[in-house]
């Protein structure tokens, strides 16, 4: 510990310390939504249970914080609002993708000129004279670039300039990871608070009728009709003017300000369609009916006037007389229902389940939820927005215009339902119940969050409560229509009364107008009516009593009035409901009074001292009730003397229902018993006790107690949950309380236990109750979190009878300790206690006590007996001695948890995380109050306790691995267990020592590798653990991380920078190349991440099922830990972040390690196949997840002679699991940011000592970093631009690119990895697109970003790819100067060269590509010779790549690369004096440059081009050379391949014209193979994006030819091909490939033929490319053909592996041919011609187009005439319907004319010979023909014998398939077909086929039949029977003839005899159902055979003798005697 330099104490002290508690004890209010918490009354004495529940309620919560949890979760930036002003921040990156968009659109609309090719013969390279280079201006040149500059100091600048305007945190850039992972994020349970539901605002605005007559009363209350329940209480509301409230001023002492609210707010926890919100309305009692009293208001019309204003002022008077006499009595008037269907709307309702799981069971959000959602859910309460109530509705006014009558026989709420239901199944209800026409219009809203000046239903002020007094709001309390599981958290204590129904029909006379008047009593006399009834509208807040409403002339009527009540908080035997009946007199009589009584009735709210709660049905007493009554229920009175006159003998006449809201009264059986025993303990109680109906003496009292506590749990659900608080406070207390009973000490912290370990099981187990996303159940979660504190001991234990004065323990807490300022410790002690448990030696023997322990379970049985039972001192674990009163919770609950059994145990185990937070709590708590903060933590806490602490871990891990191997797979259970146990150990390490923790980590960990054999399970297991550990906020410290390599202390040399002798440097070496790896020092000193690191290993390193879930896990869980490194505010310091870097070291070993596992980004299809082999290339072909197209790669590699550095294939052939993308991805950049903050000088050291394999392995990593990071550019919201997803797509499919490498391992690893080679990328088009390679923020993947959200995005993933190849170039730069030094450079260069090459072709910004070309032109200034000697390919690439760059829009860029492309010609110049290589390859860079990018901006590139040649005029030093003339040349020669771009770009729409025009580019370079072999490609890369795959094998066959005449020249091998000549089978046309004379071209010139493709493998990877896509083409025969040539020269290599793998491509190709059969398509052929001098060149001229398999005619003239209508407007093109030859005479001149006609194949009988099978008749075609009938009078068609035909037989210059779709034609035969022999060409191929259809295998009925009903069916029209009768009926006139007449007679003969065959086949064919049809084809064979039969058999006598001499020359005949032969000579030149 003494190398601690004070840099490193500095920093550990910022860091944290470690003495310091972590934990700390808060005491937080509790949110109180009232602005008094709701308290029983002042000044009485309560009950110790009510006490209780009140002391819970209001007491704070007590928090044990973590103090700096949170600064290691990325402080700033995880809380959304720093992330959200982070983009700010951020300069936006320019790439060049992003500016061309802007400016693409300008195509212009209109017609457009067509342009045409002149010159088609194509004599020589189109010259761009024209266009002279030097009247352009040049760009801005680079000041210094002509400079002489030392290499070094070159790149020192360099280095400064890349430093500057950095990113300071690279994961502030990246996409937070998938939530998925995050298991160390503890979800916070959410507060226990008050259960709202859905709330909704009602606002009454306005009530009116008709007339305006008297006070109405309004009151609203929701129904749910479904349930037939009433779910809100009564609100209700007097909209009353002053006027009509004048009229009842007798009767209204006083009005309280909360009487007259007019708004509610409802809450509905459960919404449904069914709920309606009932308004009903009383008026003041009057004498009459209901409906008379209602008649004035449907007859009378205030508008009227006239009389009825008369009537009204008449009604009114009559009014106020009533309001003044009988003005406190009611009467029932009208009512309306209002539906909330469309508020709690239908969507809602579908979700309604998860929705009310949501709300009831709090946060229980589902567990699939993820943390985004739940932490959303909690943030606020569920709104109805949330639960779409009402979303779209802010706030709807509802009017009513009508209301219904009330009926007063059917007022009770039985009826109300009915009438809903009918009202919900129809407006039913209008019809039969009168409706009274009014008005009442009210506001329904969703209330918000916050409603000024509202009331709670028992009247408390919300805040905020203004104080300027306002009309207030008031809650209404709901009654859900299911339980609500939300534990009670405040005070309250209502009691609802509902009197249904009173029967005295058989009563006296005087009983007509009944109300009942009902009182709260707390004694008997008058005086004892308690005001605690609720008022209601418009009146005082309480009452003494209330009357109902009553229905006239009704003896039994039904009420529907709702009592509220504030119950007192102390109840008593006297408190009792009165109610009291009276008749009312209506009519005013003189010396009567109003109220007549009629009788009593009462009920005690008490029973069994319990409150009585549910329906009664009440006796009557007529009379005055007698003392006392009170002490006994209505129902059971003793006899009394006198005796009470009951109504109706005693019977129940009065039907009553009570109903409480209590917080108080649990109204459940178990817990009130649970609640009384306890505190019968507690308090002074004199026994016998009473609990329910038992008495309980004190002898039975602890029996009593301990059955009651494990009955606890039998209690419902319900109440339980309501109590839960209390109850578990009550438990945990009896746990360690030591009681005396009886003189007996008792003892029931065991039953205790066991019934807090039955409620965790019942709570988890219920359906209705949420988990978090741990599986935690809410509502324990929260009770752990806020509510559990330490039970406080009472200090004096009540002997039995004894009175022992207790001091009132009512609100009493503990104090709070204040927090002890912490000394700092020495660091010693510090580092020894947390480091790895390995180096403590204290602990070294835990183990044998884990094992003493786990082998002697009765020591403990024994110790738990004495711990309890002994009341003297019992001695400690420790010696010292303790009371034993003094019973810490932590202990006693380990104790339980260890001694635990059975049922017990696996409940306690399963559900662990909650005893662990127990644990966790009690002993911060017990610390805290202890207050051993200062103290060792070794000394905190018992060894005993230590001890239980080590067996559970050991038990709950093998409970982990047990559940794990059980054949169930309880993975699930396993996984949360494993979690929970994590996150204890977690908060262990804040309480106890931590080397005793990191024991038990490290136990964990050996514990399940010995148990587990599935390595998948294991590592995820373990992984979950460690990252939960990681998350620690001390992780740094706790890792030593100040300890490192640099400094440690383990290694005996000193540290570096204390080095000043050499003498070490070797050991230094080692060491710093051992700082790169995983050693066992290394896990010794960082203990936790040395774990991490070795799960990360194995994860890579395992294969089997699912584990590359477990490796995405793995490398998730080091991106979180370097994330919240990365974004701690307390590792800002570089210094800091240094040497945290250097923790995380080996880390770099691992990835370099997992190279072959990377998803590949270069590749551009995403593979298919997770386990894509990438140890050989033999695998590979196996596996084929390689496209073939890398074959010209692979084959690079076996015989290039400048291989240099080791093969890859020293890698074991091992099947690697791959990773996905998403996952490398998160690896990367945990590499990038290692490289970006570890110390450089450090990095150069390492990569300085490297062996070279390694070194190209990192360049490798670099190469797929680039391609990982690259730049997706943002989603256009419009369309997803297809034109960026070409562009991209073409970079990628740059041609060659890191495919085609020769050399070393690099190359080798390269060419394995990359499938396809990218330049046939659209071959996979259909898979290339996958979503994981669009755009991969896929984080907050979400469709509808608005455009803001997109920018922003799109900002930070620019600078994201910015700095992650600034990095990367950081890298190489390292690399390069690290090797300068070393002899390897050469194939380093190469390496770091393609590296660079990637990233320039990847999609960069600006301020990437400055710093990139500067780093290239620092390369080339140093290794120029190098360079372009060995690296002859990479130059290539480099031209290319630096080419492109200069077409640039951007002038940044454009600069950049015009000074690093003249600097590359300037060096190559130096290096050989003549630059003639790179001169070629920058020509051919262009070439394919200009073949290949669409978005290629010619003008950019001349202004370019422009800008070299101001360099090569400005440059002095090299005016004396010829350098500058050189240079000069060379431009002028791109700039005139330039001007054949723009021609090319002419007829981009023109597929056709563009493929010619590239035909002549190429045919122009005839005479330089390079470039014609790159047009070639060029050509073929345009064919594979149409789909002509056959077009574009051929033109790689052309090339390939091409490669070989150059190859025969230079080397004699055999088994090469012999020129072009060899390739004569695959197609004929190749011969054009023949070499130009020699003397033109010598192969060996310099810088000619140097290309990569002409050497053997190139060759061959040509081939194999055509051989791909003949085979994707479906010629499979031609395959054969290029294999063929391909295969010797493998031979000749010896090259095994490929050969398997091509006789395996042969075999697929055989297969297939054999497979497919006739299915095979080929194309279909037109013969085009064109006619117009719009035209141009094209007039007068022919082609035959070859179009995709089965295209009809009109598919291609419709695509013809619409291309060439948009050319010159659609009015001037017509298309020639028939194939007649055209006369140019009869043609508008003004019109351009297309013919179009189907073609043909045609060949000579002679030529069938050969051509047997259906590929050879498509193949190599070079004749075709079409028929054009006639007659002589000139119409097309007419009668069988005056029917002419014309053949036409086109030959084209060149065979099909050929480099292009199309090709002239050259010449042109007619021969016309006289009647009879168009019969008998009719007759023949009528007759084949017949007997296809009959041959057919296997046969086709359907087939079959169709041909047979041609040819025998009846109605045939001009059938065979009628071509029989016109031409055989009779001999022919003309001798001529008759050879004709006899070969149609032959034709008859065998077309019968085939028709007989097919009808017989068909009766094999036929199904039962077709017999008739069979028989009739019978049938009308046998007639056509009979009308034939004469005609047939008549024989022409003169033919018949010679017949046998005559039959070798009818062949001739046939062709030439008859046959008007018109030979027409067509050449298109003429």
């Given amino acids: ?198 709330r909704i605002l009602v606002k009454l605005l306005t009530l009116k ?70 308004v009903k309305i009383e008026k003041v009692l009057q004498q009459g009916e209901i409906g008379d009293c209602a008649e004035p208001y449907m007859v009378i019309k205030e508008s009227d006037g006239g009389k009825s204003k008369e009537k009204i002022e008449k009604l009114k008077l009559q009014a106020e007389s009533f309001c003044q006499r009988l003005g406190k009595y009611r009467m029932p008037f009208a009512w309306a229902p209002i539906s909330l269907a469309s508020f709690f709307s239908v969507s809602t309702l579908d979700r309604e389940v998860t929705d009310v799981d949501s709300m009831v069971g709090r946060s ?9 959602q739940s932490r959303r859910l909690s943030e606020r309460a569920l709104s109805l927005e949330e639960n779409g109530v009402g979303s779209n509705l802010k706030t709807t006014t509802m009017t009513i215009n009508s209301f219904f009558k009330q009926e007063g026989d059917r007022l009770s709420d039985e009826d109300l339902f009915k009438f809903l239901a009918d009202y919900k199944r129809s407006s039913s209800l209008q019809r039969r119940v009168k409706s009274i026409p009014g008005l009442l219009r009210l506001e329904i809203s969703v209330a918000p969050e916050v409603i000024s000046c509202c009331l709670t239903p028992e009247l408390l002020p919300v805040r905020p409560f203004p104080e300027n007094r306002t009309r207030p709001h008031k809650e209404v309390l709901e009654f859900p229509i299911r339980e609500v599981y939300v534990p009670h958290t405040v005070y309250r204590n209502l009691l609802y009364v509902y009197p249904q129904r009173l029967n005295f ?24 009516a308690m005001p605690v009834i609720f008022g209601k509208s418009n009146g005082p807040e309480f009452l003494q009593e209330v009357y109902t409403a009553i229905t006239y002339h009704n003896k039994s009527p039904d009420f529907y009035e709702e009592v509220k009540i504030k119950l007192p908080a102390k109840l008593t035997v006297n408190h009792h409901l009165l109610f009291t009946f009276y008749h009312i007199s209506c009519q005013q009589k003189q010396g009567a009074s109003v109220e007549s009584l009629l009788g009593y009735s009462w009920l005690p709210v008490l029973l069994n001292e319990r409150l009585q709660t549910g329906s009664y049905c009440l006796p009557v007493a007529l009379e005055k009730l007698p003392p006392n009554y009170s002490m006994h229920s209505a129902e059971k009175v003793p006899v009394q003397n006198p005796p009470i006159k009951w109504a ?178 020495l660091l010693q002690a510090r580092v020894m206690s947390s480091s790895n448990p390995d180096l403590v030696g204290t602990h070294s023997a835990a183990d044998e006590e884990v094992k003493n322990i786990m082998s002697s379970k009765i020591a403990d049985r024994n110790r738990m007996s004495y711990y309890c039972c002994n009341n003297n001192d019992a001695p400690c674990a420790t010696g010292a001695p303790r009371p034993a009163s003094k019973k810490h919770f932590h202990e006693e609950l380990a104790l339980q948890m260890v001694v635990s059994t059975g049922m017990v145990r696996e409940t306690v185990f399963k559900y662990a995380w909650f005893f662990f937070e127990l644990l966790v709590k009690s002993m911060a708590q017990y610390v805290h109050t202890v207050d051993k903060r200062d103290n060792f933590r070794r000394t905190r806490f018992s060894d005993r306790f230590k001890d239980d602490i080590t067996t559970i871990v050991n038990v709950v891990t093998s409970e982990i691995a047990a559940l794990l191997v059980k054949p169930t797979k309880e993975n699930e259970q396993a996984e949360k267990i494993n979690i929970s146990l994590a996150f204890f150990l977690y908060d262990l390490l804040s309480l106890m020592d931590r080397g005793f923790v990191f024991n038990l980590i490290k136990h964990y960990c050996n514990q399940l590798s010995a148990k587990l054999n599935n390595l998948p399970t294991l590592i995820s297991m373990r992984l979950e653990f460690l990252r939960i550990l990681c998350s620690h906020e001390h992780y740094l410290n706790l890792n030593l991380f100040f300890m490192n390599a640099d400094t440690a202390p383990l290694s005996p040399c000193p540290s570096i920078s204390s080095q000043n002798s050499s003498s070490c440097s070797s050991f230094q070496d080692q060491k710093i190349a051992s700082m790169f790896d995983l050693t066992p020092e290394y896990r010794q000193q960082h203990f936790l991440t040395g774990l991490l690191f070795t799960e990360l290993a194995a994860a890579l390193d395992a294969e089997g099922e699912g584990i590359s879930k477990v490796q995405r896990k793995a490398v998730s869980a080091i991106h979180s830990l370097l994330s ?83 093969m890859l294939s020293s890698l074991p052939y091992k099947q690697y699991n791959m990773l996905n993308a998403d996952t490398t991805r998160n690896l990367m950049i945990c590499f990038l940011w290692i490289m970006k903050n570890a110390d450089q000088s450090l990095i150069r050291k390492w990569i300085a000592d490297l062996p070279s394999m390694q070194l190209n392995r990192i360049l490798d990593l670099l190469f797929i970093c680039v391609s990982c990071f ?277 007829f981009q729409e023109d597929p056709e014209m563009l493929m010619d025009l590239m035909y002549r580019i190429a045919k122009s370079y005839q005479t330089s193979p390079d470039l014609r072999l790159t047009w070639l490609q060029n050509m073929a890369e345009k064919h594979t994006k149409k789909k002509c795959y056959t077009e574009a094998a051929m033109c790689l066959v ?56 002409f050497t053997e493998s190139g060759l061959v990877g040509l081939l194999e490319q055509a051989a791909e896509l003949f085979s994707t083409g479906g010629l499979y025969e031609t395959v054969n053909e290029v294999y063929k040539l391909v295969i010797p020269i493998l031979e000749a290599h010896r090259d095994f592996r490929k050969l398997t793998s091509t006789h395996d491509k042969l075999q697929k190709a055989f297969d297939s041919i054999i497979s497919k059969g006739h299915k095979r398509m080929f194309g279909t052929y037109f013969r085009v011609g064109f006619y117009g001098s719009k035209f141009g060149d094209l007039d007068e001229q022919e082609f035959v187009y070859k179009e995709p398999a089965i295209t009809k005619l009109p598919e291609i003239s419709h695509r013809l005439e619409g291309f060439y209508s948009q050319c010159f407007g659609a009015e001037f093109v017509e298309v020639i319907k028939d194939s007649a030859p055209v006369d140019k005479t009869k043609l508008d001149p003004n019109k351009a004319y297309i013919q179009i006609t189907f073609v043909e194949p045609y060949f000579d009988e002679y030529e069938m010979k050969d051509r047997v099978t259906y590929f050879e008749k498509n193949f190599n075609l070079r004749r075709f023909m079409y028929t054009t009938p006639f007659t002589l009078e000139g119409r097309p068609r007419g009668e069988l014998h005056e029917q002419y035909r014309r053949n036409t037989v086109l030959t084209t210059m060149h065979a099909f398939p050929y480099i292009k779709t199309r090709i002239s034609v050259i010449q042109k035969e007619e021969f016309v077909l006289t009647p009879i022999e168009v019969a008998i060409e009719d007759m023949k191929k009528k007759t084949l086929q017949l007997a296809v259809a009959v041959h057919q295998e296997p046969p086709d009925a359907k087939m079959l039949q169709m041909v047979l009903q041609g040819s025998v069916g009846a109605t045939v029209n001009q059938g065979p029977l009628e071509v029989a009768q016109v031409f055989l009926a009779e001999i022919p006139a003309d001798p001529k003839l008759y050879r004709h007449h006899n070969k149609l007679r032959l034709c008859f003969k065998e077309f019968i005899m085939r028709c007989g065959e097919a009808v017989e086949k068909n009766k094999r064919l036929i199904t039962a159902d077709q017999r008739e049809y069979q028989q009739e084809l019978k049938k009308n064979y046998n007639k056509l055979k009979e009308n034939l039969r004469p005609m047939i058999e008549r024989k022409i006598p003169e033919l018949y003798k010679p017949i046998f001499r005559v039959e070798s020359q009818k062949r001739d005949s046939f062709h030439r005697s008859s046959f008007r032969k018109c030979e027409t000579q067509l050449s298109q030149g003429s």
């Fill in 1270 to 1546: 690259e730049y997706k550019g943002k989603p256009s919201s419009d369309k997803v631009s297809t034109q960026v997803l070409q562009k991209s797509r073409d970079v990628k499919a740059r041609l060659e690119e890191a495919l085609l490498r020769g050399e070393g391992a690099r190359g080798e690893m390269m060419r394995r990895r990359v499938p396809g080679n990218d330049r046939f990328s659209c071959l996979s088009e259909n898979l290339r697109w996958k979503k994981e390679q669009t755009h991969w923020r896929q984080a907050n993947e979400k469709l509808d970003k608005t455009k803001a959200e997109l920018d922003q995005e799109a900002l930070i993933s620019g600078n994201l790819a910015t700095e992650a190849n600034l990095i990367i170039l950081d890298m190489q730069e390292n690399i390069i100067q690290a090797s300068s030094a070393l002899d390897c450079k050469d194939s380093l260069l190469g390496g770091v060269l393609r590296v660079l090459v990637n990233s320039l072709s990847c999609d960069q910004s600006t301020t990437y590509l400055t710093h990139c070309f500067a780093t290239l032109r620092a390369l080339i200034a140093k290794f120029g010779d190098l360079l372009f000697e060995e690296e002859v390919e990479q130059c290539a690439d480099l031209c290319q790549r630096v080419l492109h760059h200069c077409s640039s829009s951007i002038d940044v860029t454009r600069s950049q690369a015009c000074a690093t492309l003249y600097l590359l010609m300037r060096f190559s110049f130096g290096a050989i004096s003549n630059f003639a290589r790179v001169k070629m390859q920058v020509t051919m860079s262009l070439a394919s440059l200009v073949g290949k990018a669409p978005d290629f901006n010619e003008e950019h590139l001349r202004r370019s081009l422009r800008t070299i040649l101001a360099y090569a005029e400005e440059d002095k030093a090299m005016q004396s050379t010829p350098f500058p003339i050189q240079v000069e040349e060379l431009l002028y020669n791109l700039n005139s391949i330039l001007y054949d771009t723009v021609k090319m770009r002419e």
């Fill in 648 to 825: 109706e003998g005693h019977k129940g006449v009065f039907n009553i229902e009570v109903q409480a809201v209590s917080s108080v009264h649990t109204q459940d059986n178990h817990l009130e018993k649970f609640f009384t025993l306890c505190h019968s303990l507690e308090s002074q109680v004199t026994f016998p006790i009473r609990v329910l109906d038992q008495k309980i003496t004190e002898t039975a009292l602890e029996h009593e107690l301990k059955l009651s506590i494990i009955c606890l749990n039998s209690s419902r659900l319900e109440p339980l949950v309501l109590f839960l608080h209390l109850v578990l406070d009550k438990l945990f207390q009896l746990s360690v309380q030591p009681m005396v009973i009886a003189g007996q000490t008792a003892n029931f912290s065991q039953f205790a236990f066991e019934s807090v370990v039955a409620i965790a099981n019942s709570l988890h187990n219920s359906k209705d109750l949420g988990k978090d996303q741990h599986g935690r159940n809410c509502l324990l979660a929260s009770y752990v979190h806020y509510v559990f504190r330490l039970p406080e001991l009472q200090r004096d234990l009540p002997k039995s009878g004894g009175p022992a004065a207790l001091p009132d323990p009512r609100y009493h807490t503990y104090g709070r300790t204040s927090a002890a300022a912490v000394s700092s410790k």
């Fill in 1598 to 1653: 052309h090339a390939a030819a091409l490669v070989a005449e150059y190859l025969s020249m230079l080397e004699d091998h055999s088994y090469l091909p012999v020129g072009s000549v060899s390739f004569q089978n695959i197609s004929s046309n190749v011969l054009e490939e023949s070499a130009v004379s020699d003397d033109t071209l010598s192969p060996d010139e310099d810088g000619v033929c140097s290309g990569r493709y």
């Fill in 1124 to 1206: 919240s490194h990365d974004l701690d505010p307390r590792c800002v310091k570089p210094e800091v972040k240094v040497k945290i870097a250097a923790l995380y070291l080996p880390l770099v070993g691992i990835i370099l390690d997992a190279l072959p596992q990377l998803y590949d980004f270069t590749a551009t299809d995403a593979r298919s196949g997770k386990n894509r082999t990438s140890g050989s290339d033999e695998e590979q072909e196996g596996n084929s997840a390689i496209n073939q197209n890398v074959a010209l790669a692979i084959a690079g590699n076996h015989f290039n002679l400048k291989t240099s550095g080791t």
């Fill in 209 to 278: 009728f008709e007339i305006e007559i008297e006070p109405l009363f309004a009151s609203i209350a929701l129904y749910d009709v479904k349930e037939r329940k009433k779910i809100s209480e009564s609100f209700h509301c007097d909209l009353n003017s002053d006027q009509f409230k004048g009229f009842l001023r007798a009767h209204t002492p006083s009005v309280a300000l909360s009487s007259q609210a007019r708004s509610a707010v409802f809450s509905v926890t459960y919404p449904s369609s069914d709920i309606y919100l009932v």
């Fill in 1 to 198: 510990m003494t190398h601690l330099n004070s840099l490193d104490v500095e920093l550990a002290q910022e860091l944290g310390d470690f003495t310091e508690d972590d934990l700390d004890v808060v005491f937080t209010p509790k949110e109180c939504r009232t602005l008094q918490p709701s308290l029983p009354e002042e000044g009485v004495e309560l009950d110790p249970h009510v006490r209780d529940c009140v002391q819970t309620y209001i007491r704070e919560w007590l928090i044990v914080n973590q103090k700096h949890q949170g600064s290691s979760e990325t402080c700033g930036f995880k809380k959304t609002g720093s992330r959200k002003d982070f983009h700010k921040t951020l300069q936006k990156q320019t790439f060049e993708s992003e500016t061309l968009e802007c400016s693409e659109p300008r195509a212009q609309a209109g017609p457009r000129h067509v342009n045409v090719l002149c010159d088609v013969s194509g004599k020589g390279p189109l010259t761009a004279c024209d266009f002279d280079l030097r009247s352009l201006q040049p760009d801005q040149r680079l000041e210094n670039l002509l400079q002489h500059v030392s290499a070094e100091d070159f790149e020192k600048q360099n280095e400064e300039a890349r430093r500057t305007n950095r990113q300071a945190e690279l994961f502030a850039l990246y996409p937070s990871v998938d939530e998925e992972d995050a298991v160390e994020i503890r979800p916070v349970p959410e507060c226990p608070k008050e259960h709202l539901g859905n």
């Fill in 364 to 372: 229980s959000v589902g567990e699939r939820r993820t943390l985004s």
């Fill in 505 to 528: 029909a058989n009563k006296l006379a005087s009983a007509r107008n009944i109300t009942i008047k009902i009182q709260f009593m707390c004694g008997e006399d008058a005086s004892s």
